[in-house]
């Protein structure tokens, strides 16, 4: 079955650490998506990417940093430049004219 | 710019009806769409509208449009306790695969 697949499930960083979240789709989408979600707020954008080999930053991008090297494949670093990096990570993908597809998304826990 | 309103908090009597509002800004919006996102989870999609529609019914949930007022519902019938989640009204933007989210209205379900 296509669908989109979010790990881990749970991260937990130290201060200082580098931090990396995978997300990995089989639907053949061209676009693919990066959200931040604290407790009892909305969808924050932090980056997204239309093609391979091309991102752009969104709403909330400074301490993150992303790689699109293959059109499956959208994974986020979250740095130590991100100062409050404890939420819950949603990637997402789509194809023109469609809704999105989420993944399950990672809870990332500062320790 | 363009914003998409929802209300925070919603709720209801179990066996009642919910309805959960949200407006629009963009009125050449193709589609419209409901996300549903249970404690923990990613983000599901729950439902759609075209914008030359005025109303879709799929089961006990049923959208209405009115373009005039930028004003989409959506109405769940018989609310059970599994409907508690966070509901997510989203229009694209003049790209076509980004969405414009709301904040997301949160159902809480009375015994």
């Known amino acids: 079955d296509g669908g989109i697949t979010q790990s881990p499930k749970y991260l937990f960083r130290k201060e200082g650490q580098n931090v990396t979240l995978s997300c990995e789709q089989n639907?053949?989408?061209?676009?693919m998506y990066w959200y931040r979600q604290d407790p009892g707020q909305g969808l924050r954008l932090i980056y997204y990417?239309?093609?391979?080999?091309?991102?752009q930053k969104g709403d909330i991008a400074e301490g993150y940093s992303v790689s699109r090297e293959k059109k499956e494949s959208f994974p986020l670093t979250v740095t130590s430049a991100q100062k409050n990096p404890t939420a819950f990570y949603l990637c997402?993908?789509?194809?023109?004219?469609?809704?999105?597809?989420f993944g399950s998304g990672t809870r990332l826990t500062v320790v | 710019g363009e914003d998409v309103e929802q209300s925070l908090f919603l709720s209801v009597r179990e066996g009642d009806s919910s309805v959960i509002n949200c407006t629009y800004t963009?009125?050449?919006?193709?589609?419209l769409y409901w996300y549903k996102q249970e404690p923990g989870a990613g983000l599901q999609l729950l439902t759609y509208?075209?914008?030359n529609m005025d109303m879709k019914q799929d089961q006990r949930l049923t959208v209405l449009l009115n373009k005039k007022d930028k004003h989409l519902s959506l109405r769940i019938a018989d609310t059970q306790t599994g409907d508690s989640a966070i509901y997510f009204c989203?229009?694209?933007?003049?790209?076509?695969?980004?969405?414009?989210w709301g904040a997301g209205t949160k159902l809480i379900i009375k015994p």
């Open positions: 990417s239309q093609i391979v080999n091309d991102f």
């Open positions: 989203a229009e694209p933007m003049d790209s076509n695969y980004q969405l414009i």
């Open positions: 997402a993908s789509t194809a023109t004219g469609s809704g999105y597809t």
């Open positions: 639907l053949n989408h061209d676009a």
């Open positions: 963009d009125s050449s919006s193709t589609y």
């Open positions: 509208i075209f914008s």
